[in-house]
DNA sequence: ACCTAAGCGAGACGGTACGTCTCGTCTTGCG
DNA sequence: CGCAAGACGAGACGTACCGTCTCGCTTAGGT
């Protein structure tokens, strides 16, 4: 999987060399796993990298762009449940969610893209459309619930998603990911008690 | 309020001089609103207060502390309810915030800060606390209802005012402030509905 | 000679541009000979040379080295003699000297490089570097006399280097650079009876 | 003599305290000795005294005028030979310097204020001032020599003076006061064999 | 015995410069 | 034409001093 290029790369002709797109992604992930976001500069990436800024530049127009990009190479699926209650599923899909910022990059790599969104519209406009995706998605297990008639049919599933969501994003940038599974169940099972018939 | 400085600020002996402190205040955010967080620098507030870069970090070890002196100068009241309806109560808690976060300066300062506390620990650990008071806060509004019996008394308040923030927050980083009445209705129905008796 | 940037300047790629370099010395020199060594920072000489100071670290590690290369650059040739007469060769080396510091700038950047010395010890080092290579070079009208059998062959070259040397700093130092040419004759003839055979 | 404060220093009303001005310049050797010309500031010479700024300022109205303060309070007598020859008599003056500001503080000082007077007019107005005394001082040696028939009667005294300062000013500043004493002899020679009848 | 005047330590003030960092752009020469 | 390399103008970073200011205190000398 792309290892650290030992010698040195070169163009290879006139389209564009996937090594060394690898590594800059991979010198990006570094960087902000070392240094955080805080360290984290093209410039660093490029020295990392040993790639030349321009060769960043050309392909990722922002230092949003590079983060997002990282941030899906890295993210992995998140357990959505399919159990047959929504209370285990939100329950499951927040635990997860929680543990794979905890123990990988990701929740670094998300926290990074949350607060360039604050400043540079491009990277706002990438996370919104993210985050609907997201909410889209995390949707269904209401949705299922409704389907099974175990939730109440004039609930709004993307509200539900998106209160699901905030209360993630809120823990990740306020630095309380360590919450315990009781904490994440007694708010699983908060949300599930509204929306249940 | 804040009207500009003629002649020149001097010392005025071995002691802070408020009239200083008030220039720096108000330049930082007049510059925040004028050029985003992106365009705010120590250098830019300092030029635009014509006060010497030394004379802002004796005062404001960092760029966060002056964003959150910024704030909460900035901050007016919410409104946190005190109908006999807790669902009423979070509903103009929320509502309250958003129409403060969409219409005054403290939303991009808001922003700001949390984009500067993804970077910075201090700010980081200034916004922690900030957060967990105004929890703490908030967390009145269901107190009450318990109180009153309307609210199941097993509900932890702090977890609702937990998911209320988050709501409020989420929304703010990611550019939703311009909910309806009525969306934010549905939350606030949502959450009270999980905590009545 | 040194016209002015019209446009901008701009990279050329991975290497010195020779069009910033000059216009840093133009600039460094300029700045000397309006504001003096008092008014002589690297930020008034990148302001003037509209460069960035990075650019000026980059090729001169210290202000000394700036101020080393600006002299050099000005200097011209000195009159070294090469008559048959060690008092005539000394003699026009000192007032050929003195004319070329009090009319040129030479002698406000040399001096600017001598105060500059008394603090840093690269500029210390590069002064005496400099100095050691010029007594070496005069020593030489020392060698022709010896040569010709004027000089006695015991005399070192070096130190009749040294005290014609001493005599044109010390005067440089001291603003008295409008000796007559009767008082420059006066040494030269001084020191040339004590080394004639 | 003036150990050091230990409670405080205290205005003894309105006049000036003597303890104060000795402290100051005691604070300033001991800077000019520990970080050298290049640390030494009026801010770290009033943090070492424990006085004032403005105290300083009072008293000395630039950093030369309190290094010329202090270099005269730390001068010691010189020895100008007394011999019946003025090489010996010359010889002595020049060893005798040498040792002073390589073994004392002196050397250091005079540096700084020869640094000092590059920039600063009155400093160098004070420099010369000091200078020309120095040398009419010096000029006695030749002047004893042309009386008792020793030295041509058509030398200028004071033109010899300067050539012997020049010669120990340029060694001070270019960091040459190891000079053996076989090197300072053989300057000495070479400038009585310059004047002798 | 009171009052004024000036010196004192202290330290904040508006500034300027320091030397370093990163930005995003540019150009070269190789492949 | 892509690439590594790295120089470029720009400008922010946080720190050190500059010389000035005002404070609250102390003391001496004139009233």
Redesign the pocket.
Known sequence: MGET?EN??????????????D??REAAEAVLLEKGYA????????RR???????????WP??AALLLDVYQRQKRDIDYGGTDSVEEDMFRFLRSLFVQWRETPAGDIFRSLIAEAQSDPTAAAALADYARERREHRARIIERGIARGEVRSDVDPMLVADLLASYAWTHLITGRLDESDEAIRAAARLIARGIVV
Do not use: L, M, Q
Not at 8 to 21: F, T, V, W
Not at 39 to 46: D, L, Q, T
Not at 49 to 59: L, M, Q
């Open positions: 290029v040195a790369r070169r163009s290879i002709g006139a389209r564009r060399n996937p090594d060394s797109a590594a800059i360290g984290f500069s093209i410039e660093a990436v490029a990298a040993r790639a030349g800024k321009p060769t960043i530049y050309r392909w922002s230092k």
